[in-house]
């Protein structure tokens, strides 16, 4: 029978008590002093509990939580490991932990072992490992050197977190950056080359002359959003450059005629297209058919099957003109956009209206 009493000094003693009834009414009691071993017992449960909630929470950790012998084989293998190499626990216990090193990084393994012997711990090692179906997974490793209870290293621990989405988001971070950087390279050019080539009587009409160049290629950036950067629908950048004229020009099909296919330009000649159809529309409204009442204006192009853009600007009912001696601002300015797409472009300045027509690959 094991109870518990109080010593002289009034502490609890835990005992294991026997007794032995003899025949003449005596009775022999015998105490043993089992507090320590009950102190052991107690200890030994606490550490049987803490190791199942360690093994629990190792378990079912959402990282691959391994480890293995100096050798490199394999002595434990959780949950997480089983998902995302594909080998069960049973399957991967005892085998060399180079099952899921591609051959090009064996020699990582050489080189962790070597460290851990020397006691050290590896944090945040990112590198690649291998699936049993032979596809690929980005991890960062951490390793561990693992002790007996003399302090003398006999393993290893590693846990390893699959990085592969976060590896993916910055690739397509700095494919996004990339990118960006090609766009606004591409459009300060464009810019650039606009500016250059302004050209005005004063400083004043010199500044209205570029913010409305600028503007043109502003205005074509904000269609891109909506198609987010593949480029812009052609007639939406036609009816974009022509709408600040729409109260004098009325209604469109009645003065103005648009006429093409569905068209998506890419950025870099939608931008082109458009600080052309911007300089085309400013001279129309000062000398050409913007500028009379009875002045009409045909934009039409064509399919680009055959990857060649053919977009004709058509005026007529301007007034009387004749072709410049030499080429005016907006006339090099088209040329300059044009030819930065590799496209041609022709002038025919005739008395009933100017037709620009445009050719450019796409």
């Not at 621990?157 to 996004?176: G, M, N, V, W, Y």
Request: hydrophobic residues 40%.
């Amino acid at each position: 029978m094991n109870c518990a009493t109080l010593a002289k000094d009034g502490s609890e003693v835990a005992v294991e008590s026997r007794m032995q009834l003899f025949s003449n009414d005596i009775v022999l009691e015998a105490n043993r002093d089992i507090t320590e071993r009950r102190k052991i017992e107690s200890i030994l449960r606490e550490s049987d509990l803490q190791s199942r909630f360690l093994a629990s929470i190792v378990e079912s950790s959402d990282d691959i939580i391994v480890s293995k012998s100096l050798d490199g084989i394999i002595t434990s293998w959780n949950k997480c490991a089983e998902r995302i190499f594909g080998y069960s626990a049973n399957e991967a216990i005892g085998q060399p932990i180079t099952i899921v090193i591609p051959e090009d990084r064996q020699s990582e393994e050489r080189e962790i072992l070597t460290r851990i012997r020397r006691g050290e711990r590896i944090d945040h090692f990112e590198t690649v490992r291998r699936r049993r179906d032979g596809s690929l997974v980005n991890v960062s490793l951490t390793v561990s050197p693992i002790k007996d209870g003399n302090g003398k290293i006999v393993g290893a621990s590693k846990i390893a977190r699959d990085i592969t989405p976060q590896k993916r988001d910055q690739e397509l971070i700095a494919t996004l950056a990339r990118e960006a950087e090609h766009r606004s390279k591409n459009l300060l050019s464009t810019a650039m080359a606009a500016v250059n080539l302004s050209r005005a009587g004063t400083a004043e009409d010199l500044k209205q002359v570029i913010a409305g160049r600028i503007g043109a290629l502003a205005n074509v950036c904000s269609l891109f959003v909506e198609s987010r950067w593949l480029g812009a629908e052609l007639s939406a950048v036609v009816a974009q450059e022509l709408a600040p004229y729409s109260e004098t020009f009325g209604t469109f099909g009645k003065r103005v005629i648009l006429d093409g296919p569905p068209t998506l330009l890419g950025p870099s000649v939608a931008q082109a297209i458009a600080v052309t159809l911007h300089e085309l529309a400013t001279n129309a409204a000062k000398y050409g058919a913007l500028s009379q009442p009875n002045g009409k204006l045909n934009v039409r192009w064509s399919d680009v099957a055959d990857r060649q853009l053919r977009l004709c600007w058509t005026e007529t009912g301007a007034p009387a003109v004749q072709k410049p001696e030499r080429d005016g601002v907006g006339s090099r300015i088209i040329e300059a956009m044009i030819g930065q797409q590799k496209g041609n472009v022709h002038f025919d300045w005739r008395k009933e209206g100017l037709i620009c027509d445009i050719a450019l690959p796409v």
